[in-house]
């Protein structure tokens, strides 16, 4: 069974950055589109940003420009690197596979401050 252990969340003031790390507990990412979520409280689940194995990517429209996503197959690790953060980026967030999701992990808060 893989296990997703999510990184890096904390409480910033707008404008700020954080970096999200997300490290399995074995190597999936060679061969897996990988992507970023969050749930906001009294919210649905997002996809936030994807990368494919071939180092694609696609980003929500809410966070295009100032978030970036990468992988780094060998540590079993895909990163999300967020700037010029907004209080709407607050949220649990959360990594997994763009499709057939593995068990979700336990997240990471992120809580932007205005």
């Known amino acids: 069974q893989v296990q997703l252990v999510e990184s890096g969340g904390g409480l910033v003031q707008a404008g700020g950055s954080l970096r999200l790390s997300c490290a399995a507990s074995?190597?999936?990412?060679?061969?897996?589109?990988m992507g970023w979520y969050r749930q906001a409280p009294g919210k649905q689940r997002e996809l936030v940003a994807a990368i494919t194995s071939g180092g694609s990517t696609k980003y929500a429209d809410s966070v295009k420009g100032r978030f970036t996503i990468s992988r780094d197959n060998a540590k079993n690790t895909v990163y999300l690197q967020m700037n010029s953060l907004k209080p709407e980026d607050t949220a649990v967030y959360y990594c997994n596979k763009e499709y057939n999701y593995l068990p979700w992990g336990q997240g990471t808060q992120v809580t932007v401050s205005s």
């Open positions: 074995k190597s999936i990412f060679n061969v897996n589109a």
